[in-house]
């Protein structure tokens, strides 16, 4: 999924939330359920990890990291939320297991063996069951989540 989409549904979690511990929880998980559903995104991975198509992974992942840049400033200036720390603290949830991917990429720690296991086990249970969408589909779907979503901001 875009980064965008799981901040989206970190910062409504966390306006749901009564603490910045469930928050941040409700955040990890929602970023897992999300992941599970296929959004065309698979094969990038693979050929990113490959040395193929590195520009293009690299071109997805920084357009969606402006874009959700962008979007969680916006978040934070409607003033919408009551309780900041909360938002804040969803945001962080479900952000978080794709910046560790992205640290597990760029450095390789051992410590995160079993992280990078985990988060593509979530990523790509149904995909490796069914199949994935194309890509073109999964940004239009993945769009159309955004959209949504917003909406419940």
């Known amino acids: 999924m875009f980064l965008a989409t799981h ?64 979007l969680i400033i916006g978040i934070r200036e409607t003033h919408m939320f009551d309780d900041g720390m909360n938002v804040s603290a969803g945001i962080v949830g479900g952000l978080l297991p794709d910046m560790l991917i992205g640290v597990y ?18 990523h790509n249970y149904i995909v490796d069951r069914k199949r994935d969408i194309t890509f073109t589909a999964g940004v239009v779907m993945q769009v159309a989540i955004l959209i949504l979503l917003n909406t419940r901001i």
């Open 7 to 70: 901040a989206v549904a970190g910062a409504i979690i966390g306006r749901a939330a009564p603490d910045p511990i469930t928050a941040f929880l409700g955040g990890l998980v929602s970023h897992f359920l999300m992941d599970m559903v296929p959004h065309g995104d698979a094969h990038l991975y693979e050929s990113y990890r490959n040395n193929q198509k590195v520009k293009t992974a690299l071109a997805y992942v920084t357009l969606d990291a402006v874009l959700t840049v962008y």
């Open 105 to 122: 990429n760029l450095f390789k720690p051992k410590w995160l063996d079993w992280f990078h296991d985990l988060h593509f086990f979530f």
